[in-house]
């Protein structure tokens, strides 16, 4: 099986990789996230996995909205990671003062008060993923510059960790979701099983005063808990939506499909995304290998 | 009156600022989002102007989570714009052929796919705003590099627009929300009154089934329209949200905030953002002054 994943090496995807798939010797970094799902559509990799949602900085839109817009690739399993961000440089620029800083756009927003307040005023610069600015900073040992990453990302690149936990909440967890167009088995994962999930995309029938409250009449009736909704754009318009509904519960004969029918009858437009298992990594476990 | 607002010079920001406040001759640009609406609660400005939400890309996470987390400044007022993007070269490097594209990353994720298709391979750089990436062309000549900008930036920097409206979806707009302390007044605006609308922020009782049913329940007994309503990570953990429901009325005396009252009874918070009038810029307009 390959597993293709938001890389370069070393990103918090590869680190969900390592868990969801400890025994894999094929994974293969992607650079952007459309490109790992491409991969999967045209039968280059088996499973893509990408980051879905941070607790901090909500969903990842270009997950979603390529999810939604331009592949069709079940969900197959979900795993939810600890986010630790660390500032790091090359080791001969340990004593330097830091002029610049690079990091996933994300990364910076997940430290932005540390940085105003013990790096006020150096500028930081978006790179695509957390891994690809550890790997900038160890290509340029000329250039006093650091980046914002995690732990395996100093280990892979050689990276001196400077400060450690500079993120601004120490509850920031990111959701990675694995999608495959085949079924796939999970019993030698090592993270926490954590209930089943079934993902649906709602799109109402037209901009009519309180289609969402019946939409969701349809699920408080049977008693399903909905862990989380969302809107997103439909690009047809400012104020045009769709809603994307995670149940807490696994897809079954009555409840879910008998909600999804009702919807239909009602007008509006239902899409399973996929029904499936959610894991959980506790904190302090993420270096365990 | 000081109107701040994203900047620098010749950002749709500055279009939405020239159409509500054509008489002003004092706008300051701002670096940042949050640096825009701090100089409000500094004193240092009246007003500030910043980008809310786009059709394309969704909200403008950064504005509303800084609007609800970190300052507290009521919603005067709302400026929906037409979006178009176009290439743009310095003179100098008008046959040459492009390395390099600077723009906004919601700028480049709304050129995606002409991107693929016309300029595939080329490296896009994320800039804070489409004029920054106008003006950084404009300042290197010597490089040949493009930028993705609005026809006043191409206008403001002195570039050449190579290829025109460049975005993928044309229905392409941007919800602008102007922020201040004061009451304002907007009489001599040019932009079409499109009605008024009341913003509030709800938080949960807790992680409870159906909780959101519930709040649109109370809204929907009232007939109240809903035009939109958003999640948003409270910031303590995966699984958290709170929500920004836009209803498409003014404050009254009964039905807003009977609704309100009620779901305060059942364990909600909420926060009224602004009520506040909401005003549209037709496409091709948008070169008039």
Redesign the interface.
Known sequence: MKVGFLGPRATFTNLAVQKMFPATNNSIPYETIPECMDAVMSGEIDIATVPL??????SV??TLDYLIHEVDIPIRAEI?TPIAQHLMVHPENKNKVIEKIYSH?HAI?QCHKQLHQHWKGIQCE?MTSTAAAAQFVMLHPEQPIAAIANELAAKEYNLEIVARDIHD?S?N?T?FVILSKQELEFSKTKGKFNGNKTTVMVTLPE?Q??A??LV??A??WR???????????M?????N?FFIIDIDKDMDDVLIPGAIAELEALGSKVKVLGSYPSYKIEKGTVNEE
């Open positions: 949602e941070n607790a901090l900085e909500g839109n270009i939810t756009s927003a978006n909440f509850h967890h959701r901009d005063s309180g969402l409250h969701l009449s699920f408080a008693k399903l808990n909905l862990t989380k909704i969302e809107s997103r754009p690009k047809t318009g400012l104020g939506y």
